[in-house]
């Protein structure tokens, strides 16, 4: 495994790591300012910004808890795409059932000139579980 794969990885295990922790800052700190989020069902969600107070809505009245698989990660110069398998687990701090989600993502990431990586475009098939 080469050092972007590693590091992509290790992106994705802080990302899922903050989401649990409940660090929007953290989360927001892995993408590109221009990031875009594809959801079936939905309009696509549009840069940093949406992102940031979606998920601070989420997580003012939610725990969030994520597991993902890698499939794929394949890195061309400074682009890279990433396959995976998710399983997210929202729970209401009020005491509500949770809803468990699940399905795959195709993430594609850019490599700035300071060599970090950041996701730039992210496409989820995620369903309810049963």
Known sequence: MNSDEQTIRQ?????????????VDAVLRLMAPDVVFMMAGQAPMQGRDAFAKSLRTALAEH???????IDEITVSGDMAYCRTRLSVTVTSKHG?????????TLSILRKGSDGKWLLTRDANMLAPSA
């Open 11 to 23: 992106l994705i295990e802080r990302w899922i790591s903050a989401t649990r922790e409940g660090d």
């Open 63 to 69: 725990i969030i808890v994520s597991s993902s698989e």
């Open 96 to 104: 509500q059932l949770p809803m468990t989600r699940s399905g795959h």
